[in-house]
């Protein structure tokens, strides 16, 4: 047998793209990457996008972490808008995987991203992968296997919660084939990013993963929950504001995209019933900056539903990201 024969050779492992988006959040994105900088897998490259923070983040990363690339987008874009320069970065320079990771999570397993890639290497039809995500602690697991929006099913699933709220929670020890997955930590397949696009811009944040896992669906590929432990979550315990920037863009995006995938009267029903609720817990605040507030909030969510659902395109009365929020 020749020496050329003895030599064996060694699978080449894909390209990884890891795309940590950043606004403000300057102490959590540099504990972020210093995690991220302990995985195990052999190619991959960190990619960190600023949104605009103002705050000299950029070099502060440069100067602790040569080998981590930055992108400032000179504004705050988004969810959306940010993680989508990451992704084009990485495209352009040949991922076969892109990484999305939130800024506020700490890696726990340097082998996660081998073990899903391995995954996805041996299941050529999965095309989003999302791995097991803890909440703040390791002894707790976050539930990142939902569902896409919808009046009925939220309906449902609202009461099903209050009377077994264990039964919703699909973020086990088995793989899962899932509608929607949380975009806090998502592994995505080159090849079905440039089939199905990118994350759609205006939606800014919030929705945009059901509707990013949506058209993977409708394209034939797979979304799946993989039980590898990854990451802990660290998000702030705050309380929900109803009339707070992050209620209006979950209620704003559900009727945009009920409308995208053609499910208009769902739509209607939605936003009719929300604008419904609104009035009448601002009503039963029983005092007049609350009842102000409320009123002031459902005018501007009723001019946001009325530019999505007349089908006019997304301008300042649409919201983030054509218009700076505010109360």
């Given at each position: 047998m020749?020496?050329?024969?003895?030599?064996?050779?060694?699978?080449?492992?894909?390209?990884?793209?890891i795309?940590?988006l950043?606004y403000?959040?300057?102490?959590?994105i540099?504990?972020?990457?210093?995690?991220?900088?302990q995985?195990?897998?052999?190619?991959?490259?960190?990619?960190?996008?600023?949104?605009?923070?103002n705050d000299?983040i950029?070099?502060?990363?440069?100067?602790e972490?040569?080998s981590?690339?930055?992108i400032?987008?000179g504004g705050?874009?988004?969810?959306?808008?940010?993680n989508?320069?990451?992704?084009?970065?990485a495209?352009?320079n040949?991922?076969?995987?892109?990484?999305?990771?939130?800024?506020d999570?700490v890696?726990?397993?340097?082998?996660f991203?081998?073990?899903?890639?391995?995954?996805?290497?041996s299941?050529p039809?999965?095309?989003?992968a999302?791995p097991?995500?803890?909440?703040r602690?390791?002894?707790?697991v976050?539930?990142?296997?939902?569902?896409?929006?919808?009046?009925?099913?939220?309906?449902?699933h609202?009461?099903?919660?209050?009377?077994a709220?264990?039964?919703?929670?699909?973020?086990?020890?088995?793989?899962?084939?899932?509608?929607?997955?949380?975009?806090?930590?998502?592994?995505?397949?080159?090849?079905c990013?440039?089939?199905i696009?990118?994350?759609?811009?205006n939606?800014?944040?919030?929705?945009?993963?059901?509707?990013m896992?949506?058209?993977?669906?409708?394209?034939?590929?797979q979304?799946?929950y993989?039980?590898?432990?990854?990451?802990?979550?660290?998000?702030?315990?705050?309380g929900y504001?109803?009339?707070?920037?992050?209620?209006?863009?979950?209620?704003?995006?559900?009727?945009?995209?009920?409308?995208?995938?053609g499910?208009r009267?769902?739509a209607?029903?939605?936003?009719?019933?929300?604008?419904?609720?609104?009035?009448?817990?601002g009503?039963?605040?029983?005092?007049?900056?609350?009842?102000?507030e409320?009123?002031?909030?459902?005018?501007k969510?009723a001019?946001?539903?009325?530019?999505?659902?007349?089908?006019?395109?997304?301008?300042?009365?649409?919201?983030?990201?054509?218009?700076?929020?505010?109360?």
């Open positions: 020749s020496e050329a024969q003895n030599v064996t050779c060694q699978p080449v492992s894909p390209s990884v793209y795309v940590v950043n403000r959040m300057r102490e959590q540099i504990n972020c990457v210093r995690s991220l900088l995985i195990g897998y052999p190619n991959y490259r960190i990619v960190v996008v600023d949104n605009g923070s000299d950029e070099e502060a990363i440069r100067r972490f040569s981590v690339t930055v400032q987008t705050n874009l988004g969810y959306t808008g940010g989508n320069a990451g992704i084009r970065y495209l352009d040949g991922a076969e995987y892109v990484l999305i990771v939130n800024p999570t890696a726990v397993n340097p082998r991203v081998g073990e899903m890639v391995v995954h996805m290497e299941h039809e999965t095309g989003i999302g097991r995500v803890f909440l602690a390791r002894e707790s976050q539930n990142t296997v939902l569902f896409a929006p919808g009046l009925w099913r939220n309906m449902a609202w009461l099903r919660y209050r009377i709220p264990k039964s919703l929670e699909f973020s086990g020890n088995e793989v899962v084939e899932a509608e929607t997955l949380n975009g806090v930590c998502l592994l995505i397949r080159a090849e990013l440039r089939q696009g990118l994350f759609d811009e939606i800014f944040m919030y929705i945009e993963d059901a509707d896992d949506y058209r993977a669906r409708a394209k034939g590929w979304v799946k993989l039980p590898v432990d990854s990451v802990i979550h660290l998000q702030k315990q705050e504001h109803m009339t707070g920037m992050v209620n209006f863009l979950l209620k704003r995006n559900s009727v945009y995209f009920l409308c995208k995938i499910k009267f769902d209607w029903s939605y936003a009719a019933i929300s604008l419904l609720l609104l009035v009448i817990q009503a039963f605040t029983f005092n007049f900056k609350g009842v102000a409320y009123l002031s909030f459902t005018r969510l001019v946001a539903y009325h530019r999505v659902l007349f089908g006019y395109k997304p301008d300042e009365h649409f919201g983030p990201p054509f218009t700076q929020w505010r109360r």
